[in-house]
Protein backbone atom coordinates (compact mmCIF):
# COMPACT_ATOMS: atom_id res chain seq x y z
CA UNK A 1 0.00 0.00 0.00
CA UNK A 2 2.71 2.33 0.82
CA UNK A 3 4.75 1.59 -2.43
CA UNK A 4 0.91 2.61 -4.34
CA UNK A 5 0.67 5.73 -2.96
CA UNK A 6 4.60 6.71 -3.05
CA UNK A 7 4.35 6.26 -6.94
CA UNK A 8 1.05 8.24 -7.00
CA UNK A 9 3.01 11.14 -4.70
CA UNK A 10 6.01 10.36 -7.43
CA UNK A 11 3.68 11.26 -10.09
CA UNK A 12 1.82 13.86 -9.07
CA UNK A 13 5.25 15.89 -8.13
CA UNK A 14 6.64 15.41 -11.54
CA UNK A 15 3.13 16.44 -13.44
CA UNK A 16 3.25 19.48 -10.96
CA UNK A 17 6.73 19.99 -11.83
CA UNK A 18 6.17 20.24 -15.46
CA UNK A 19 2.99 21.76 -15.27
CA UNK A 20 4.76 25.04 -13.25
CA UNK A 21 7.37 25.09 -15.60
CA UNK A 22 5.27 25.37 -18.50
CA UNK A 23 2.93 27.87 -16.45
CA UNK A 24 6.19 29.98 -15.77
CA UNK A 25 7.31 30.50 -19.86
CA UNK A 26 3.32 31.29 -20.47
CA UNK A 27 4.00 34.25 -17.89
CA UNK A 28 7.19 35.02 -18.38
CA UNK A 29 6.13 35.04 -22.33
CA UNK A 30 3.10 37.11 -21.63
CA UNK A 31 5.21 39.97 -19.49
CA UNK A 32 7.94 40.43 -21.36
CA UNK A 33 6.37 40.33 -24.81
CA UNK A 34 3.04 42.31 -26.32
CA UNK A 35 0.24 40.15 -26.63
CA UNK A 36 -0.01 38.95 -30.08
CA UNK A 37 3.63 38.11 -30.03
CA UNK A 38 3.73 36.39 -26.11
CA UNK A 39 1.10 33.82 -27.13
CA UNK A 40 3.25 32.43 -30.41
CA UNK A 41 6.21 32.64 -27.81
CA UNK A 42 4.80 30.98 -25.21
CA UNK A 43 3.52 28.47 -27.40
CA UNK A 44 6.74 28.13 -29.14
CA UNK A 45 8.20 27.86 -25.86
CA UNK A 46 6.27 25.03 -24.87
CA UNK A 47 6.79 23.10 -28.03
CA UNK A 48 10.38 23.51 -27.72
CA UNK A 49 10.16 22.01 -23.54
CA UNK A 50 8.37 19.07 -25.16
CA UNK A 51 10.87 18.42 -28.14
CA UNK A 52 13.88 18.43 -25.46
CA UNK A 53 11.91 16.59 -23.26
CA UNK A 54 10.99 13.73 -25.39
CA UNK A 55 14.45 13.71 -26.60
CA UNK A 56 15.72 13.44 -23.52
CA UNK A 57 13.37 10.89 -22.51
CA UNK A 58 14.35 8.70 -25.72
CA UNK A 59 18.41 9.19 -25.03
CA UNK A 60 17.46 7.94 -21.45
CA UNK A 61 15.84 4.97 -22.99
CA UNK A 62 18.59 4.23 -25.28
CA UNK A 63 16.54 5.19 -28.73
CA UNK A 64 18.42 8.23 -30.91
CA UNK A 65 16.08 10.23 -33.07
CA UNK A 66 18.15 9.86 -36.05
CA UNK A 67 17.14 6.15 -35.66
CA UNK A 68 13.87 6.99 -35.61
CA UNK A 69 13.67 9.07 -38.82
CA UNK A 70 17.29 8.89 -40.41
CA UNK A 71 16.99 5.96 -42.68
CA UNK A 72 13.56 6.80 -43.91
CA UNK A 73 14.64 6.38 -47.67
CA UNK A 74 12.88 4.67 -50.58
CA UNK A 75 14.75 1.77 -50.36
CA UNK A 76 14.07 1.04 -46.56
CA UNK A 77 10.31 1.48 -47.50
CA UNK A 78 9.88 -2.33 -47.69
CA UNK A 79 6.69 -3.34 -45.62
CA UNK A 80 8.82 -5.85 -43.84
CA UNK A 81 11.23 -3.55 -42.59
CA UNK A 82 8.38 -1.61 -40.40
CA UNK A 83 7.31 -5.19 -39.03
CA UNK A 84 4.60 -5.76 -41.36
CA UNK A 85 4.95 -8.84 -43.42
CA UNK A 86 1.61 -9.71 -45.83
CA UNK A 87 0.16 -12.85 -45.02
CA UNK A 88 1.01 -15.64 -47.46
CA UNK A 89 -1.33 -18.78 -48.92
CA UNK A 90 0.02 -21.90 -50.38
CA UNK A 91 -2.05 -24.34 -52.19
CA UNK A 92 -2.00 -27.58 -50.13
CA UNK A 93 -2.24 -29.61 -53.06
CA UNK A 94 0.62 -28.67 -54.99
CA UNK A 95 2.49 -25.98 -52.68
CA UNK A 96 1.96 -23.00 -54.85
CA UNK A 97 2.37 -19.30 -53.59
CA UNK A 98 -1.09 -17.44 -54.57
CA UNK A 99 -4.00 -14.98 -52.92
CA UNK A 100 -6.77 -15.64 -55.10
CA UNK A 101 -9.53 -18.16 -53.72
CA UNK A 102 -8.54 -21.06 -55.77
CA UNK A 103 -4.85 -22.04 -57.13
CA UNK A 104 -4.19 -20.65 -60.09
CA UNK A 105 -2.24 -23.85 -61.04
CA UNK A 106 -4.27 -26.70 -60.07
CA UNK A 107 -7.43 -24.76 -59.10
CA UNK A 108 -7.93 -26.04 -55.54
CA UNK A 109 -9.76 -23.96 -53.36
CA UNK A 110 -7.78 -25.25 -50.30
CA UNK A 111 -5.12 -23.38 -48.94
CA UNK A 112 -2.63 -23.21 -45.93
CA UNK A 113 -0.97 -20.10 -44.20
CA UNK A 114 2.60 -20.43 -43.91
Known sequence: MSEISNN???????????????????????????????LVGAIGGVMLLNFLRTRLMMKKMGIS???LF???????????AYGYNPIKYY??????EHKEIACPK????????G
Open 8 to 38: NRHFLLYALKWMSIYMAIGFIAALLLPFPVS
Open 65 to 67: MKG
Open 70 to 80: GSLRSSDMSPS
Open 106 to 113: CGSKMKKI
Open 91 to 96: CMSCGN
